[in-house]
């Protein structure tokens, strides 16, 4: 150990030693005080809510209807929209947003088209969501006669999360190994063969990550479906996609707006609902993922 | 192993007496490349490749990193396809069809030529899926006691059968390097190619693995034509029957293994097998 110091003397690089550790110390630090900062705000608006909305929480305001009296109302009819627009929006915005990230990611090639058209797909990942809203107004309700139905809503929701659902299937697409790829082809696989049997599984939690993150944007969405035609004040839930509707955000929004104090309790519960429905959809998220994790592995 | 595994034959010097001389012009190739160039976008990186690889034997290519051997391989089924960008002119004929002919089933000539890569690339699936999934793509799979046979059958061929018997289902990203590598030959062989081409197959290998997939390579071309890529000057002259050596993206010297490594006709390829460049 005597010779250290003389070793370190004759170390070219231990002049800005000191330096370079203060500095990988200050980072952390930092970074620790960032995360902290991020979390404490959140923490603070989670408490809030629950201070507010906890009490009103229970069984009763879950199934019963809206009501001019505070503690009567009940947030049924908008967690039955909310569930049912989500459902139908997946059913509509996946196998699209799935196909055409296929397509260009597989076959689309890097000609200029291509480029011009993942640039769009870029730009309208960013368009405000109310945009959206009046596309769907004019084309959906009025222009194709589905009128303020479930199924405007979700289409416009579809139209708004497929830029996402794309983007983040390309991503887990170009993810999957080229040798993979390769792999198949070189037993005489075709380009659809490789990509359904070896391609899509391995992406597939890539890509199921991607689609709960833009289900979970569609799900708190409330602008585009006031201009699209959800109902405000909702007394039966919808039954069929052609039903009015409404959903858990504009219900919230109304209770919000109210003059009444209890209504405001109403709208913190609302949120709690709301909060543990995207939990629970993160959590199914997460289930898949790893079970189709385990199934690559086995 | 066979009476003289490739390990025993390091003397290169008995090996000539050994070995039956099959340039001559009566045999008929089965690779005919005639005056092929292959370009990446505007680079060429094969220029006037002219050989004639004969069936049944093994063939080595040799030469220094970016010398175009790979590429060339990569011709041969038609792997560079996938590469953006990329063209070849030339002729290369595989039983005397133009594998570049428009029109050609790039598929099945996949099928018939098979191949083995540098880094082994198994697929995330159980070790029969791995082999199982060339014989159902192609229609090959027949019943389920068929299929379990060819599985069988495949991994027997590549000596890896008795090492995984009894784990067939589990996953081949459990098995070692060198396993995976055989498990890629034999999923290679599954779908009974008349080719097999293997790119650098046991560079990340250790030398144990390396020595059973030389071994393999021994036994695999009573039944294949077998092209191998290496930068390992021992490993070609030990498994080898002819050897080509490449420089720059031209063929330079391409003769019988024990000739190109103990009296080349180029000065170049003398440079190259003794070690003073590459």
Redesign the interface.
Known sequence: MSTAPLALAADPASGRLAWRRFADVAFQVVALFVLLVALASLAALIWDIVADGATRLSLDFITSFPSRRASQAGIWPALIGSIFIILVTAVLAVPVGVAAAIYLEEYGGRSLGARLIELNITNLAAVPSIIYGLLGLGLFVRMLGMGRSVLAGASTLALLVLPVVILSTREALRAVPGSLREGSYALGATKWQTIWHQVLPVATPGILTGLILALSRAIGETAPLIIAGAVTFATFAPDSIWSPFTVLPIQIFNWVSRPQVDFHGNAAAGILVLVLLLLSMNGVAIWLRDRYTKKGAA | MSTATPRQMTSLGELASKRQDSTDANTPAKIDVEKLNFYYGDKRALQDISIRIKPNLVTAFIGPSGCGKSTFLRTL?R?ND?I?GTHADGRILIDNVDIYKSGMDV??????V??V?Q?S??????IFENIA??LR??GMAGSKSELAGRVEESLKQAALWDEVKDRLH??A?ALSGGQQQRL?IA??LA?RPEILLMDEPASALDPIATQRIEELVYDLKKTYTIVIVTHNMQQAARVSDHTAFFWLGRLVEYDRTEKIFTAPAEKLTEDYVTGRFG
């Open positions: 089924n792997m996938i953006p598929v099945q000539l996949r099928r018939r098979g191949m890569f880094k690339n198994p697929f995330p699936k159980s999934y060339g793509i192609n589990e996953s990203l890629c999923r290679a779908v």
